[in-house]
Structures are given as structure tokens and as C-alpha cells.
């Protein structure tokens, strides 16, 4: 496991546009998927997007599809993911998470995690 550290959340007002970042600790190793999910109040945590070492391989849930987009930085360990035309039901808390050893949308092939970062957004 690595130690991740999310930033960029906040409030937003809908159609606004936000963007989080996820670092962790360099890495010689870059073979593993990373990816964000998050959490709404009430409910049960749920992907949101993903990325491959490769960078070429992202995929994201229908729900964002269209609005978010993840990039990654391979060799700072970053993850980014552009959050536009947010809505309200985008209000969650986000969590970065990585070393997932294949494209997967479970948080059970993730090992490593961040404390998340809260996205609010007002209608």
C-alpha cells in the first residue's frame, strides 16, 4: 500500500467545473491501474473512473461519462480528474485509489486509498 493525498475539492455551483488530484510517492513500478471513486450521503461508494499505466486505457461510469475525464502523470504518480458541467448528484466525497492490478471498476482490486475530498454542488 502507498499513501495517497487528494486535493482539489470544494463547492461548486451546477455547471461549474472542478479538478482533483491524487499524488503518491514515486514509484519505479507503474504497472497498475488508479482510479476515483466516491461517496454520496446515504449511499454506498461507487466508481467513478479509471485509468491504465498506460494512460490510453480510461473508463469511467456512465453517470460522468461525457463530463469527467482522468488523466494520470506516470512519473509523478498523480492522477487527475476533471470534473465539468457538475450537478448536484455529483455532491460526494471523492477518494483516489490505486495498485489495482488490472482496469477494474471494484474497490476490492484497489490496495491503496486516500482519506477523500469533498465535492459539494448547489443547484
Known amino acids: 500500500q502507498v499513501q495517497l493525498v487528494e486535493s482539489g475539492g470544494g463547492l461548486a455551483r451546477a455547471g461549474d467545473s472542478l479538478r482533483l488530484s491524487c499524488a503518491g510517492p514515486r514509484r519505479t513500478n507503474r504497472n497498475y491501474a488508479m482510479g476515483w471513486f466516491r461517496q454520496a450521503p446515504g449511499k454506498e461508494r461507487e466508481f467513478v473512473a479509471g485509468?491504465?499505466?498506460?494512460?490510453?486505457?480510461?473508463y469511467y461510469a456512465g453517470s460522468v461519462e461525457g463530463r469527467f475525464t482522468i488523466t494520470r502523470d506516470s512519473a509523478q504518480n498523480t492522477v487527475y480528474l476533471q470534473m465539468n458541467s457538475l450537478k448536484p448528484e455529483d455532491t460526494a466525497v471523492y477518494y483516489c485509489a490505486s495498485d489495482s492490478p488490472h482496469l477494474s471498476r471494484r474497490e476490492a482490486d484497489f490496495r491503496s486509498w486516500g482519506r477523500g475530498t469533498q465535492v459539494t454542488v448547489s443547484s
Open positions: 485509468i491504465g499505466w498506460s494512460d490510453r486505457s480510461s
